[in-house]
């Protein structure tokens, strides 16, 4: 769906705790998913992807998981440290067959803190 | 992994001059390159779709005389912005495909800071 606008939420946690981003997306045909971590003027940077067919995916110290019936993905960061601090956005898209490729539908993103 | 470069990183113009950005990718072949736009504090908006050795596809509310994009290589897509004005300043960000990698391939570049005087 669109993203626009003014200002980024904001999450703040300690550092050693969890934490959980949201995002809602909107269209129905996007079948992949991906979680993009972006620090201050970089190009975001990969974390975590998900296709439609599942619901929930493990990496290193993140998972993400997919609820298709409400169009909510989530992304869980477990022992946050300092260096986890950035801008975090969701994206969506549809894979198409025969090897070509749509762009990414961006969500509006959050901000996590992470506190000494 | 998939690498991919983008330059300058930041450049400065006046106002109704032309810029041309460079995306390339350095070890794999992009069939596809997406080139977005992002504000502050705003999420990235995708602003074209660039095919190899065909023209280019533009979003709705995109110009497609203002930001012209060349993608004549596997390798380089080009975009320029024509006839900067100080709202064309952003952060322009491309993006390549390689749908052999694990992710599907959408891969970033670092970035360019437009700046228009």
């Known amino acids: 769906g669109e993203s626009v606008g003014l200002h980024l939420p904001t999450l703040s946690v300690q550092e050693g705790d969890n934490s959980i981003i949201n995002c809602a997306y909107s269209?129905?045909?996007?079948?992949?998913f991906i979680w993009y971590k972006q620090e201050s003027g970089k190009g975001p940077q990969f974390i975590i992807d998900i296709r439609s067919n599942m619901d929930k995916r493990q990496g290193q110290r993140v998972t993400v998981l997919l609820n298709k019936t409400v169009k909510h993905l989530s992304l869980q960061i477990a022992a946050t440290q300092p260096g986890d601090s950035a801008v975090y956005f969701c994206?969506?898209?549809?894979?198409?067959?025969?090897?070509?490729?749509?762009?990414?539908?961006f969500g509006k993103g959050t901000h996590l803190i992470i506190q000494p | 992994g998939a690498v991919v470069s983008q330059h300058p990183s930041r450049v400065i113009c006046k106002s109704g001059t032309s810029v041309k950005i460079e995306c390339r990718s350095l070890?794999?072949?992009?069939?596809?390159m997406f080139w977005y736009r992002q504000f502050p504090k705003q999420s990235l908006m995708l602003m074209a779709t660039s095919n190899e050795g065909s023209k280019a596809t533009y979003e709705q509310g995109v110009e497609k005389d203002k930001f012209l994009i060349n993608h004549a290589s596997l390798t380089l897509s080009t975009l320029t912005v024509t006839s900067a004005h100080p709202e064309d300043s952003s952060f322009y960000i491309c993006s390549a495909s390689d749908r052999g990698a694990a992710n599907y391939g959408y891969t970033f570049g670092s970035g360019t800071r437009l700046t228009v005087v």
């Open positions: 269209n129905s045909a996007s079948d992949y």
């Open positions: 994206a969506e898209t549809h894979l198409l067959s025969g090897g070509g490729a749509d762009g990414l539908t």
């Open positions: 070890d794999f072949q992009a069939t596809t």
